[in-house]
């Protein structure tokens, strides 16, 4: 079956370093969206992609997604104790609406 | 509150029971869908609702599980005679659009199978 696959599992960054997670499907998605899910708390919406080779840029986080649409990627630059959290991927595929989270790459930031 | 609200919050039940939660989606979204959330990993997809209609369920979802959403608004996901690997945190979100399919998520209802 379809999965969603994120590296790495856990990262611990000092503040101020970067910070990067990877998102790598098993089939071709028809889009990608990125969420961030606080402890305790419930995902939320971060950026939809929907393009092939896209980037898109909010702020200090920078998404790209692959050419070949199988791919994806979030990079926080200079984080902050505010960025902790964990950070999921999700897709469908085409002719379906079951989204796939990825498997998550939780975030602790460093003080 | 405009956002997703979900009821209960949290649900301790024994098993073998039968229990429903409810999902009250925001309003005017008509796509919603119901996860399922353990400890450390990704939602994993259970249903999806256009409107009134279930269009899509997990495979992985047993026949104790059943889902309604019976005017195009709120919806209820059931469990039937529960099972303690049901524990989990069961959230709902809706949408609107199909170009921009932002799924805003409720707070979820917990439930722990005794």
């Known amino acids: 079956g379809q999965q969603v696959m994120q590296i790495p599992q856990y990262q611990h960054v000092q503040e101020g370093e970067d910070f990067t997670t990877y998102c790598n499907s098993s089939?071709?998605?028809?889009?990608i969206q990125w969420y961030k899910q606080r402890p305790g708390g419930h995902p939320v919406f971060l950026i939809q992609?929907?393009?092939?080779?896209e980037v898109k840029k909010q702020k200090r986080l920078t998404f790209q997604f692959g050419e070949a649409k199988k791919n994806s990627s979030l990079h926080i630059t200079a984080t902050q104790t505010t960025d902790v959290g964990t950070y999921f991927c999700?897709?469908?595929?085409?002719?379906?609406?079951?989204?796939?989270f990825g498997t998550g790459t939780r975030l602790k930031v460093l003080a | 509150d405009t956002g997703v609200s979900q009821d209960p919050r949290h649900k301790i039940t024994k098993r073998g029971q039968n229990v429903t939660f409810r999902c009250d989606p925001i309003?005017?979204?008509?796509?919603l869908y119901w996860y399922r959330q353990t400890l450390g990993q990704g939602p994993e997809f259970l249903t999806y609702?256009?409107?009134?209609?279930?269009?899509?369920k997990s495979r992985l979802l047993s026949d104790r599980f059943s889902a309604e959403r019976p005017k195009g608004s709120f919806s209820t996901l059931e469990i039937q005679r529960t099972e303690q690997g049901d524990s989990a945190m069961y959230l709902c979100?809706?949408?609107?659009?199909?170009?921009?399919?932002?799924?805003?998520f409720g707070p979820g209802t917990r439930l722990l199978v005794l």
């Open positions: 979100a809706s949408s609107w659009g199909q170009l921009q399919e932002t799924q805003y």
């Open positions: 089939t071709t998605l028809s889009n």
């Open positions: 992609l929907v393009k092939s080779g």
């Open positions: 999700a897709g469908h595929t085409s002719g379906t609406y079951k989204y796939i």
């Open positions: 309003s005017e979204h008509n796509r």
């Open positions: 609702f256009q409107n009134e209609a279930q269009l899509e």
